[in-house]
T-cell receptor, first 116, second 112 residues
Framework: AQSVTQLGSHVSVSEGALVLLRCNYS??????LFWYVQYPNQGLQLLLK??????LVKGINGFEAEFKKSETSFHLTKPSAHMSDAAEYFC??????????????FGTGTSLTVIP | NAGVMQNPRHLVRRRGQEARLRCSPM?????VYWYRQLPEEGLKFMVY????????ESGMPKERFSAEFPKEGPSILRIQQVVRGDSAAYFC??????????FGSGTQLSVL
């Protein structure tokens, strides 16, 4: 079985500061891991995904995440926050080899606020 | 190429009425998924459909909820006899087989 825990439902950072959004997963099989972003009044967009290739994954808008098997973590980072990064971020896990949405398990989301 | 289209964006129903939520997948996408987003709970998978077939409905409540994806037209998520607890955002996603998901903007259902 797969599950995801996102620590911190709300994160605030100053513009230009480091963004760190935490995600820990549990999976009985090698996982695929995803980060999605939801801007206000919009659907979710895929930021990046890990599918057992390189452990450091680079995504859109300057975000990246590192898969750490020993820590069962897949934290999302960005070196310098921009006002436009304010959004809801969701971590998700699926069974290895699966891109089908019925095998996705989403975290509860982290709301990122960027302070000018 | 239009994205995943959901309508209406906002739907208000009184208890006991029916709610119909529509989802038009992206062109060329044959797989549709419905998710429900409740406050503090994130997204929960409800149902996975291909044209004229329900592939996985393990996330659907056993009563009052149904979904279809006909050969022609949008996918419909139908909630009969709505209750206040059905109030949530409902998201649809579509994909080609084995490809990444594209999400719609969601339908916010409010039950009075």
């Amino acid at each position: 079985a797969q599950s995801v825990t996102q620590l911190g439902s709300h994160v605030s950072v100053s513009e230009g500061a480091l963004v760190l959004l935490r995600c820990n997963y549990s999976s009985s099989v090698p996982p695929y891991l995803f980060w999605y972003v939801q801007y206000p009044n919009q659907g979710l967009q895929l930021l990046l995904k890990y599918t057992s290739a390189a452990t450091l994954v680079k995504g859109i808008n300057g975000f990246e995440a590192e898969f750490k098997k020993s820590e069962t973590s897949f934290h999302l980072t960005k070196p310098s926050a921009h006002m436009s990064d304010a959004a809801e971020y969701f971590c998700a896990v699926s069974a290895a080899g699966s891109n089908t949405g019925n095998q996705f398990y989403f975290g509860t989301g982290t709301s990122l606020t960027v302070i000018p | 190429n239009a994205g995943v289209m959901q309508n209406p964006r906002h739907l208000v129903r009184r208890r006991g009425q029916e709610a119909r939520l529509r989802c038009s997948p992206m062109k060329g996408h044959s797989h549709v998924y419905w998710y429900r987003q409740l406050p503090e709970e994130g997204l929960k998978f409800m149902v996975y459909l291909q044209k004229e077939n329900i592939i996985d409905e393990s996330g659907m409540p056993k009563e009052r909820f149904s979904a279809e994806f006909p050969k022609e037209g949008p996918s419909i998520l139908r909630i009969q006899q709505v209750v206040r607890g059905d109030s949530a955002a409902y998201f649809c996603a579509s994909s080609r087989p084995g490809q990444k998901l594209f999400f719609g903007s969601g339908t916010q259902l409010s039950v009075l």
